[in-house]
C-alpha cells in the first residue's frame, strides 16, 4: 500500500483557519503558485468557507480544474480521499470518473451518492469490487436501483447477496477496512486574529538576523524591505521569492509565513537542511520538518534537527536512533543539546558496546 501524500504545509495552516480573507480569496481564485495537487487540495478546503465570495471563487476553480492535471492524481492511492470523493461526485468526464472509481482509495460513501445513476461502463467498476460492496452494504442496495444495470450485471449483484445471505439473515461480518494511521495530537494554535496579522517592530525584525548576517548589506536589505509587507504579501513573497527572501521570512513569528516558505514549490532540499540546523527559527518550524516523511528521509536533515537544541524534544529524540555511530558518540557529550537528548545517546552507545 502506498504511503499518503504529505501535506504541504502552507494547505494545513489554511486548514487551521487562521487566514486573513484577502489571501483565502486569493487561494480560491488560483493566484498562489502552488503545485496542482497542492492547489487542489486548497479549494476543496475552501468551498466551505464561511465567505460567500471565497465559497464561489473556489467552487468555480474546481469547476474548471484542467483533467490533464486530474488523471494522475486519481491514478494515485496516496492522493486524499477528499479529492477522490469530489472526482467522482462533481466531475462528469467518463475518463475521471473511472479513474476514481478504480483508486482503492475513494471513500464508499462517495461512490453510494452516485452508485443509482452510474452508466452501465462505469457501473461494472463497482459491482466487480466485491469487498467494498460488502464492506458496504448500502453501497450494494443503492447500486441495485440503477437502473442502466445490464441483466448480468443484476445477476451477479443478486448472487452475491445471495452467497453473503445479505438481507436474508444478518448479515456477515464487513469486510473490515484497513486501519487508519493515528491522528498526532493536535498542537495547539494561537487565536486566529492573533496569527493572522503580527506585527513587529523593526527592531525586531533586525533580529531576526544572525550577527554575521547583521554586517552584511544584502541581508540587512531584505530585512528592510519585508518589514514593510502585510501577512498577505509576505506569504506571497514566500512563495514566488528566491532563496534569500525565503531565509529570512522562515524566521518570521508568523506562523502563516512561515508555513508559505516550507510549502514554496521552490524550496530545496538544502534550504530545509539549513532551516534544521538554525537555532533563530521557531520551535514550529522545526517541528513541521521533524514530521515531514521526505525531508527526513535526508541524513543531514535528521543529523541537524538532533542537534538544535530548539527542535522540541520530542521530535529529537524520535530521531536519534537514526543517526550514525559517529554521531551519536559526539552527541553524547554533546553540552548544547538537552538532557534527554544527551542522555538517549548515551543509552545507544552503552548498549552497542560489547559484554564483559
Known sequence: MSEARVSNPLV???RVGSVPRELRLMAAQGALPLKSEDLLDLYLLLIGDRDDAVRQAATDSLGKYPAADLRPLLKDRSTPPAVLGWAVKFRTEADLREFALQ???TPDEAIEEVAAELPESLAELVVINQVRLLRRTSLLETLERNPNLNRDQNRRLRELRESFRIGAVEAPPAVPAPPPAPEPEPEPE???AALAEIEISEEEAMNLL???ERTQEGPISVVKR??????SQKVITALKSGREERSILIRDPNRLVCGAVLGSPKLTDAEVEGFAAMKNVSDEVLRRIGKHREWTKKYNVVANLVKNPRTPIG?????????????IKLL?????????VRKAAQRFVKSTQPQR
Not at 226 to 231: A, C, D, L
Not at 320 to 327: C, H, T
Request: charged share 20%; aromatic share 4%; net charge negative.
Open 12 to 14: 494545513e495552516q489554511f
Open 103 to 105: 483508486n482503492v482509495a
Open 190 to 192: 494561537p487565536a486566529a
Open 210 to 212: 544572525d550577527p554575521t
Open 226 to 231: 519585508i518589514f514593510k509587507m502585510s501577512t
Open 315 to 327: 521530535i529529537s529524540l524520535g530521531l536519534v536512533s537514526r543517526l550514525n555511530p559517529r554521531d
Open 332 to 340: 553524547a557529550v554533546d553540552k548544547n543539546v538537552s538532557e534527554a
